[in-house]
């Protein structure tokens, strides 16, 4: 993966030179490696894990950590891939997006300032007003149980918020526990303060008969609430599968000697499939499911071109620098981007958007998560291609495809 350390955009012919800057990291491929979840399986159907993967050295156990910043995307890295505004900006002065996690990670504040500092991105900070971290009922204080896992998550997702929107106001909703009693508590108490967008960077490892009874706290009409639609491959999540959410898949991105800079085909573990439960709502018009489908858009996931991740609340050594992986990592780069538009307000749900403008996005081509195809002895099986592998025009695993610049939403 190469590296670009600054938030400015540097042109294509640096680019295409596979130039860094100063602090960038050493800029060479990831070393051999492995992967692991970073949260703990769900308690039972009516919980969440959340989404998200470390890489880990070939052990598959210990995370592959450095002291200092040296591998994984960094914000201007992203930045160029999705072709998101960048340039000098006043942290805080932006739309307010919403990261909702269950539990705390007591350190989130002080992780999220290494990470900005390190790409040269604004101070974001509760003194300011432009970090607010709050219980789910909307008070600072007292805040959930610590959680390493999910503490994590936490970091991965206001860091990624940072990386594509600095100038966003963060709202961190931290549930009480990872049940979607709570998290649909912490979902409806960022809508009640203001949010423009949610991200949702957990779910199910797949559907359950009472899923349609946590709607209500999804159902947020002129607000992008987003969810990130799993990493065990083919077959659908909750809440990604909720028709009224924006289901987020996931993709392998590199660095490409193309005028775009970068190319993404499916990744193999993001989430994707009909819903056996959620209506179609009008703007999806693909033939081979009569109802919801997932995903709608998709930005990266795969672990193999993670990013790079702050985090000293679950690290040890002073390892502190993670590369992270998983639909954790789509979901809010897609909020943030849909904070940028700021034009989900004007319109009843925002993932209609980009069915209106597919022509401002990147089609992703390539690559699959599962075999759909044929009919088979597994329920799994489809019989349609694209929803496993990332065709023309719509598919499961990508969507629409990724983001070209805020057109698209």
């Not at 979607?180 to 979902?187: K, N, Q």
């Not at 946590?214 to 992008?224: E, K, L, V």
């Not at 044929?374 to 291609?385: L, T």
């Amino acid at each position: 993966m190469r590296r670009i350390s600054t938030v400015v955009f540097v042109s294509f012919a640096l680019l295409a030179l596979g130039s860094s800057s100063a602090g960038a990291g050493n800029g060479n491929d990831l070393p051999a490696h492995k992967d692991k979840d970073v949260c703990a399986k769900a308690n039972g159907p009516d919980a969440a894990a959340c989404f998200s993967k470390v890489v880990t050295e070939t052990d598959g156990v210990t995370p592959l950590a450095t002291p200092t910043y040296q591998n994984g995307y960094g914000p201007a890295d992203l930045q160029s891939a999705y072709k998101v505004p960048s340039g000098p900006v006043v942290a805080g002065s932006g739309p307010t997006v919403a990261i909702v996690d269950a539990y705390a990670n007591p350190n989130a504040e002080s992780d999220l300032a290494t990470y900005r500092s390190q790409f040269e991105l604004p101070a974001c900070t509760t003194i300011s007003g432009c970090l607010r971290i709050v219980n789910q009922n909307g008070a600072a204080s007292p805040l959930p149980a610590g959680n390493t896992g999910w503490g994590q998550e936490i970091d991965l997702d206001i860091e990624m918020l940072s990386a594509i929107c600095p100038q966003c106001k963060i709202l961190l909703v931290e549930a009480n526990s990872n049940s979607f009693a709570d998290l649909g508590a912490a979902v409806n108490r960022a809508a009640a303060m203001g949010a423009t967008a949610i991200s949702n960077s957990y779910g199910t490892s797949g559907e359950f008969p009472g899923e349609t009874s946590y709607d209500s706290y999804y159902n947020h009409p002129r607000i992008a609430v987003t969810a990130s639609s799993g990493d065990s491959g083919y077959g659908v999540s909750f809440p990604a599968g909720d028709n009224h959410v924006v289901a987020v898949g996931g993709t392998n991105l590199v660095g490409a000697a193309n005028a775009r800079g970068w190319t993404e085909s499916a990744w193999s573990g993001a989430g994707s499939g009909c819903s056996a439960y959620f209506a179609k709502m009008p703007w999806q018009t693909d033939t081979g499911c009569a109802r919801r489908m997932e995903a709608d858009v998709s930005a990266v996931a795969d672990p193999n071109t993670g990013v790079a991740v702050y985090d000293s609340y679950g690290s040890t050594g002073g390892n502190n620098w993670y590369v992270f992986g998983g639909t954790s990592v789509s979901s809010p780069i897609i909020a943030a981007v849909y904070g940028l538009a700021g034009n989900a307000g004007t319109v009843d749900y925002a993932a209609k958007i980009p069915y209106g403008h597919t022509a401002a996005l990147f089609d992703v081509v390539g690559g699959s998560n599962g075999n759909c195809n044929g009919n088979g002895n597994s329920k799994k099986r489809s019989g349609q291609p694209y929803f496993c592998t990332a065709v023309t025009g719509y598919d499961g695993p990508t969507g629409l495809g990724t983001p070209n610049g805020t057109g698209g939403f």
